[in-house]
């Protein structure tokens, strides 16, 4: 997040990125589910739960945790320019 100042001198926080509506992170979800489904052979009524159990693989929630994570870890660790700039303003 980066410190900036609306239109009106008030400070607020916003991302560096636009932010996604939360409708969005729903579909990617669905889709996930729906790529897992159709890639395996499950029915389009299978429990979600138990396809993920069964196949193994972690659910939608947990790979965009850790694709967060692993973002923050790898920029942490950056020294380029732009991110040290990114940091002063932060």
């Known amino acids: 997040m980066v410190r900036g100042e609306n239109l009106i001198g008030q400070s607020s926080y916003f991302a560096l990125?636009?932010?996604f509506h939360v409708s969005v992170i729903g579909k990617?979800?669905?889709a996930?589910?729906?790529c897992l489904k159709l890639f395996f052979?499950?029915?389009k009524y299978s429990?979600?739960?138990a396809?993920?159990?069964q196949l193994?693989?972690?659910s939608f929630n947990t790979v965009l945790h850790n694709a967060k994570l692993g973002f923050y870890t790898r920029l942490s660790c950056s020294t380029g320019a732009v991110v040290n700039?990114?940091?002063l303003i932060n």
Do not use: C, E, H
Request: charged share 10%; no cysteine; proline share 4%.
């Open 56 to 58: 193994g693989v972690p």
């Open 41 to 43: 052979g499950f029915s």
């Open 47 to 49: 429990s979600v739960t």
């Open 17 to 19: 990125w636009k932010n």
């Open 28 to 30: 990617l979800a669905s």
């Open 32 to 34: 996930y589910i729906q």
């Open 51 to 53: 396809l993920l159990l």
């Open 85 to 87: 700039a990114l940091r």
